[in-house]
């Protein structure tokens, strides 16, 4: 996996390519959490693969950050990944904490 890091005004691009699974996703959430930026955006436009552990690596992150008052924004999903993380109930959870009002 390769992460590069993108400053944007307020925020910080973390673009991942490869695959994300248990061997390297502590990579991936050491630099989520050494962010401070308000907003941490992870594209996700060249990932091929993703496993459990990334997926809930990436949904405790969501979390970590909201209770913090920070956002996390993972974008660019590929499709076949999209179809993966709707079946599992990926965005119901994040649609959740995007709207604590759900």
């Given at each position: 996996?390769?992460?590069?890091?993108?400053?944007?005004?307020g925020?910080?691009?973390?673009?991942?390519?490869?695959?994300?699974?248990?061997?390297?996703?502590?990579?991936?959430?050491?630099e989520i959490?050494?962010?401070?930026?308000?907003?941490?955006?992870?594209?996700l436009?060249g990932?091929?693969?993703?496993?459990?552990s990334?997926?809930?690596m990436l949904?405790?992150?969501v979390r970590?950050?909201?209770?913090?008052?920070?956002?996390?924004?993972?974008?660019?999903?590929?499709?076949?990944?999209?179809?993966d993380l709707?079946?599992i109930?990926?965005?119901?959870?994040?649609?959740v904490?995007?709207n604590?009002?759900?």
């Open positions: 996996m390769e992460i590069r890091v993108r400053q944007k005004k925020m910080v691009i973390l673009e991942v390519e490869g695959e994300l699974d248990f061997s390297n996703v502590e990579q991936l959430q050491q959490q050494r962010r401070t930026e308000e907003v941490v955006e992870i594209d436009k990932l091929r693969f993703i496993d459990s990334g997926v809930g949904l405790s992150q970590h950050m909201y209770k913090q008052g920070r956002t996390l924004r993972i974008v660019r999903i590929p499709e076949l990944i999209r179809e709707e079946v109930g990926f965005f119901r959870v994040l649609e904490l995007e604590p009002n759900a």
